[in-house]
């Protein structure tokens, strides 16, 4: 089994397409240009034009919009196995910014690779094409959250999905998962305070759901997690391949 078989790209787009030998190759042909980014530092711009993509391997990334005010809202969160970029990479101009939340590492991807790839495996353009969808599905379900779901429900439901998301490339699980996040990540992404986010992690703690500590999430009593939050892991898709 070769580094690509077990790379977390490959991991994703196995959850719709069982990869063949010719679609790994392509993969690992996209992996060439590697390289590696520390936090604070924006890997895409808001504004930019004619700049790469990126398949991140290795850390987190947020992706986030800016306010004339100086106010931050974060978009998402991208883990291993995510584009970075994509979208801009199409329409020529990225609408958000991309800052690595610790230090990454992430293969550079032109215009020209991608066209290269999808016009010689097509299917691995189908694959590439429903993960782009999945993205998009994550933040309709953030836009849901932000605009309907109660703190603490909204909180749980996050830790949930991250969870879930991580699980799929291999490094998460039922019971917890390393997370580089601080509470401030948190509160941008929720639309919280910072001071309401520790106040909604403590009563989920004092719940025996769920802690969250030293970076590191762990699952106390996950299907009770999940009763709490009513998350429903649909439209994360991952029930396995689609296409054979």
């Known amino acids: 089994m070769t580094a690509i078989d077990l790379s977390p790209l490959t991991r994703k787009l196995s959850a719709f397409v069982a990869l063949s030998a010719e679609e790994l190759a392509v993969l690992d042909r996209l992996h060439q240009r590697r390289r590696r980014f520390v936090p604070g530092r924006d890997l895409v711009q808001q504004g930019q034009s004619k700049q790469a993509a ?13 306010q004339r005010d100086g106010t931050r809202q974060i978009v998402d969160f991208q883990i291993p196995g995510d584009f970075l970029g ?26 020209s690779d991608l066209l290269e790839a999808f016009t010689s ?35 749980a439901h996050f830790l949930l999905e991250m969870g879930a998301r991580l699980a799929l490339v291999g490094i998460g699980s039922k019971e917890g998962y390393d997370c ?9 992404a929720l639309g919280l305070s910072a001071i309401h986010v520790n106040r909604v992690l403590r009563l989920l703690r004092e719940r ?30 991952q029930s396995g391949p689609l296409l054979k």
Not at 86 to 111: K, W
Not at 138 to 153: F, I, K, S
């Open 208 to 237: 025996g759901l769920v802690t969250f500590r030293n970076g590191r999430v762990t699952f106390h009593d996950h299907q009770g997690l999940v009763d709490f939050a009513e998350f429903d892991p649909a439209y994360l898709d």
């Open 121 to 155: 495996t097509p299917r691995l353009a189908t694959a590439v094409l429903w993960a782009a969808s999945r993205d998009e599905a994550l933040v309709v379900e953030h836009l849901v959250g932000v605009g309907r779901r109660d703190a603490d429900a909204r909180m």
């Open 86 to 111: 994509l979208r801009g990479l199409l329409l020529r101009t990225s609408d958000h910014s991309f800052e690595p939340v610790n230090e990454i590492q992430a293969a550079e991807v032109l215009a």
């Open 54 to 66: 990126y398949i991140l391997a290795s850390g987190w990334v947020c992706s986030y919009k800016i």
């Open 180 to 188: 580089p996040l601080t509470q401030y990540h948190l509160a941008d």
